[in-house]
């Protein structure tokens, strides 16, 4: 298996439903991806142009004032106190971690990588590009003996389902009994909206609440696209053992894995300061607001959605026949066959989209 054997990417199939949504007389409201439209904000944007003279190799551990303020966060964020330089490591977006995760942990065939039922599509990818087998379960006593690497996410893409203390607790145990790496997908972790969510810090797998003082085979991984609107920055970050920092640190090494300088600068910028990230959360809990009360008027039932920047709902027929109903209302989603084979019935509402193009779909969908 390799990157030739990959299947065609999946997004391709939606071209032709949104053509038909750009037929509507006020244009399309395009919901189907999680891509930011909001600005970039200032501080973060001036600490990037201050930054471009970036004559050297960028550091592939990241800069020390980077390391420090990505451990700070935690602590002031994520609730997760005493990290320091050796537990955490930038990243060049997270995608590309997801993807490679399983081949700098050296796994192959005969390994088992599992993932969420409802998954974000690229920890399957990677699990194929090193012949591993992918499993989507979310039930840690039904993960198998070869498992090596476990993918957990939450507040979950699409399905927006956020995990407790006790449930990640229960995940480190059964990765720990089955010597596997567990990593925990958390870049929606800024965004819980329903209770208890919506007035308590969304956990972390590496709280002490879940992990006590032993961060052994846990990784925690973070991206700053969405609170602070840098997806095209491609930056962020990792977290958590120690020992496996090191070993993914010498990889990307070897690899060339290095986020530039200024995005390195605009990182630690962005990790000082809070006043952005509330800002944006207070953005997408208005454009929530008004997309989630239409989606239920207009039929669908949401499931989960607790958190994160979708909402992930079903009519009860399949997603592609959604899909059509909703271009031809100019308004573009994702099929929940992108996200396994659990849910082909679900489509995934995005909330990344401006504040008129939501109320747009709104007024659309209350036809």
């Known amino acids: 298996m390799g990157v030739a054997d990959l299947a065609d990417y999946p997004w391709d199939a939606v071209a032709p439903y949104a053509e038909r949504a750009r037929r509507h007389p006020d244009g399309i409201v395009d919901l189907s991806v999680g891509s930011p439209v909001d600005p970039t904000p200032t ?32 602590h002031r964020r994520r609730g997760v106190p005493a990290l320091n330089a050796t537990h955490v490591l930038p990243t060049v977006g997270s995608k590309e971690l997801v993807a490679l995760l399983p081949l700098l942990l050296d796994l192959g065939p005969g390994d088992a990588v599992v993932h969420p039922r409802a998954a974000y599509p690229t920890y399957e990818v ?51 009994e089955l010597g596997a790496v567990l990593a925990s997908d958390e870049c929606y972790a800024e965004l819980g909206w329903e209770a208890p969510w919506d007035a308590q810090r969304v956990p ?9 003082d032993d961060l052994t085979g846990v990784l925690s991984v973070y991206s700053l696209s969405k609170q602070s609107n840098l997806a095209g920055y491609r930056a962020a970050f990792l977290a958590g053992d120690p ?25 630690t910028v962005a990790l ?5 990230v509330e800002e944006q959360r207070e953005r997408y809990a208005r454009r929530r607001a008004v997309l989630k009360p239409a989606v239920e008027a207009a039929g669908f039932t949401i499931d989960h959605s607790e958190g994160g920047l979708y909402l992930w709902a079903t009519e009860g027929r399949d997603a592609w026949e959604s899909v059509g109903r909703l271009a031809d209302l100019g308004i573009l989603v994702g099929p929940g066959h992108f996200y ?24 659309r969908l209350a036809g």
């Open 272 to 276: 000082g300061d809070d006043a952005h």
């Open 43 to 74: 501080v973060i944007a001036d600490a990037l142009a201050d930054a471009t003279d970036a004559h050297a190799y960028p550091q592939t551990a990241g800069t020390p004032a980077l390391r420090e303020a990505i451990a700070e966060w935690y």
């Open 126 to 176: 990677g699990a194929r590009l090193v012949g591993a087998e992918a499993v989507a379960s979310d039930d840690p006593q039904e993960w198998p003996e070869n498992t090596r690497l476990v993918w957990i996410n939450s507040p979950g893409n699409p399905d927006g389902r956020v995990l407790s203390v006790a449930e990640l607790r229960d995940a480190v145990l059964r990765a720990r």
């Open 243 to 267: 020992a496996l920092v090191t070993r993914l640190l010498t990889g990307r090494k070897h690899l060339g894995l290095m986020p530039p300088a200024p995005v390195q600068r605009a990182m």
């Open 340 to 363: 396994g084979t659990h849910f082909p019935n679900h489509v995934r509402f995005s909330l990344t989209a401006t504040d008129e193009r939501i109320a747009a779909a709104a007024e």
């Open 204 to 212: 972390s797998v590496l709280d002490p609440a879940v992990v006590g």
